[in-house]
């Protein structure tokens, strides 16, 4: 698979293989950890969350790990395949101000063919 | 089923021409919120909604107003827009303390 240590801006993913985004936050008082998916044209697509208390989430084909410890966030999208194409946002909220969302930069995933 | 609806999907306006946008949501969510969008960036908040309850951001232009009427609809009226207002503008919604879902955005281009 390929994976970014840092975040960087883009990503290109070989069709199959396995791809992680990476996320860095600062608030180590942040308690709830989203990802969306933001394909050309369209708004973001909630994928999978996580909240403070646990530090690992699966769902279909994604993976969420969450490392309180460095404050670092990361998706692990298994056998990435060309609809896996867009940007990758990781949002987290801190109580009491839960219901605003804190965006980090975004990384863009290509899936070569 | 379309859970966050937005119309128009594109906006064409005059330099100045007041224009709104509009939200509708069947999730009977609580909080409604409003994001702009430019081109490579992360969705900035604009406001939101909680219930009745107008929460402005501080960095938020006086030339962006909304409103609730209802639970279900929420609009975006950008009084004098300027070309700098040119985004896509993201209508969200969440309970009270749950995931945001956002609608499909409305394309603001201003001539």
């Known amino acids: 698979g390929e994976s970014v240590g840092l975040h960087l801006p883009t990503l290109s993913v070989q069709e199959g293989d396995n791809s992680i985004i990476n996320c860095a936050y600062s608030n180590s008082a942040s308690d709830y950890f989203i990802w969306y998916k933001q394909e050309s044209g369209k708004g973001p697509q909630f994928i999978i969350d996580?909240?403070?208390?646990?530090d690992k989430r699966q769902g279909q084909r994604v993976t969420v790990l969450l490392n309180k410890t460095v404050k670092h966030l990361s998706l692990q999208i298994a056998a990435t395949q060309p609809g896996d194409s867009a940007v990758y946002f990781c949002a987290e909220t801190t109580f009491p101000n839960d219901y605003k969302l804190s965006f980090g930069a975004g990384t863009t995933v290509t899936v070569r063919a | 089923d379309a859970m966050v609806i937005q119309n128009p999907r594109y906006q064409v306006t005059q330099f100045g021409k007041p224009v709104t946008l509009s939200c509708s949501q069947t999730l009977n969510h609580n909080v409604m919120y409003w994001y702009q969008q430019k081109s490579s960036q992360a969705p900035k908040l604009l406001f939101h909604?909680?219930?009745?309850?107008?929460?402005n951001e501080a960095d938020t232009p006086d030339n962006f107003q909304s409103r609730r009427p209802n639970t279900s609809f929420c609009f975006l009226d950008i009084r004098s827009p300027g070309l700098g207002d040119a985004a896509m503008y993201l209508c969200?919604?969440?309970?009270?303390?749950?995931?945001?879902?956002f609608g499909p955005g409305t394309r603001l281009l201003v001539l």
């Open positions: 909604y909680y219930d009745k309850d107008f929460n």
């Open positions: 969200a919604t969440s309970g009270r303390r749950e995931t945001q879902y």
């Open positions: 996580i909240r403070s208390n646990m």
